[in-house]
């Protein structure tokens, strides 16, 4: 089972509103990742978690909030968003190490 | 920094080969990865080759590795309109963290 799941697939929020996005897996991975992507754009690198600690935050701004709750679950909590924001935002998950990758179907935020 | 190109664009008929090309900067890659992604969907890992190989196949997909010219290609055999999509190449030099190309999008007509 090489399968990343993301929740919900589209969001619509307004700029005052708090939400967050979900992400899973079970493939016994302790390496997870949230990236944002523009259209016609490569993935852009947001926070990397190791063994539920984060170990990399590609200088984001603090309106992204992410959490490790457990070793399967991956959250991104927004607050405050602008309109700017509004992406493919997608998780992603590995072997720790140099190790491939697997990327869930991304959450669509547009933010109003 | 690492940089990764690819050109942007590609149109095959179906049933040609396709060729897909990416060059990177990085020597200290150690593995080069070959990502497909659907319109509106998450990126598809296709195929990957660690640094000290020359060729892999997987099925249709063959990978080729040029190191001295830090050259990497993805050749689809027998291409499908399923296979239209954008085609990301990336590297990853060890820290959990990849470098994307900017994408080809690759076009099948009937």
């Known amino acids: 089972d090489t399968e990343v799941t993301q929740t919900p697939k589209h969001l619509v929020m307004g700029m005052t509103n708090k939400k967050s996005l979900k992400c899973e897996q079970h493939m016994g991975h302790r390496a997870m990742y949230w990236y944002k992507q523009k259209a016609k754009k490569p993935p852009e690198l947001m926070f990397v978690?190791?063994?539920?600690?984060?170990?990399i935050n590609e200088s984001v701004p603090s309106r992204f909030s992410p959490e490790c709750p457990n070793s399967s679950l991956l959250n991104l909590h927004l607050h405050a968003l602008q309109p700017e924001d509004s992406a493919l935002y997608l998780c992603?998950?590995?072997?720790?190490?140099?190790?491939?990758?697997?990327f869930g179907p991304g959450t669509r935020l547009t933010v109003t | 920094g690492e940089d990764v190109e690819q050109s942007l664009f590609l149109s095959v008929r179906e049933g040609d080969s396709s060729v897909i090309n990416c060059t990177y900067t990085d020597s200290s890659s150690t593995y080069l990865y070959w990502y497909k992604q659907e319109p509106g969907a998450g990126l598809q890992l296709l195929t990957y080759?660690?640094?000290?190989?020359d060729m892999k196949q997987d099925q249709r997909l063959t990978v080729l590795l040029n190191k001295k010219d830090k050259h990497l290609s993805l050749r689809i055999a027998d291409t499908q309109t399923g296979d239209s999509a954008i085609y990301f190449c990336a590297e990853s030099s060890g820290y959990s963290t990849l470098t994307f190309g900017k994408g080809t999008m690759l076009l099948v007509s009937p």
């Open positions: 080759i660690f640094s000290n190989m």
């Open positions: 978690y190791s063994y539920e600690k984060l170990s």
């Open positions: 992603a998950s590995s072997h720790l190490g140099d190790y491939e990758q697997y």
